[in-house]
């Protein structure tokens, strides 16, 4: 599986998220929208969110941590 993040910085739940993946031994690409001069409309654009995180896999999007979880369970 392929995972994406997009994150920003000081993100708590960014954080968790790929934790929580890195625990489960699943690789994934994070896209920090602050590195990237990326903005929230960016993002809607992309994953259809406008919060982070936001998690694709295998490039269709999750949606945030909440969902990763339930995805987890």
Do not use: H, W
């Not at 954080?15 to 993002?43: C, H, P, W």
Request: proline share 3%; aromatic share 10%.
């Amino acid at each position: 599986m392929k995972f994406t993040i997009y994150t920003a910085n000081l993100c708590a739940y960014c954080n968790a998220a790929k934790q929580l993946l890195i625990s489960r031994g699943f690789d994934f690409e994070e896209i920090n929208l602050e590195e990237k001069g990326m903005n929230r409309e960016n993002l809607f654009e992309i994953t259809g969110g406008r919060t982070v995180p936001q998690i694709l896999m295998n490039d269709n999007p999750i949606g945030g941590f909440d969902d990763l979880q339930k995805l987890d369970a």
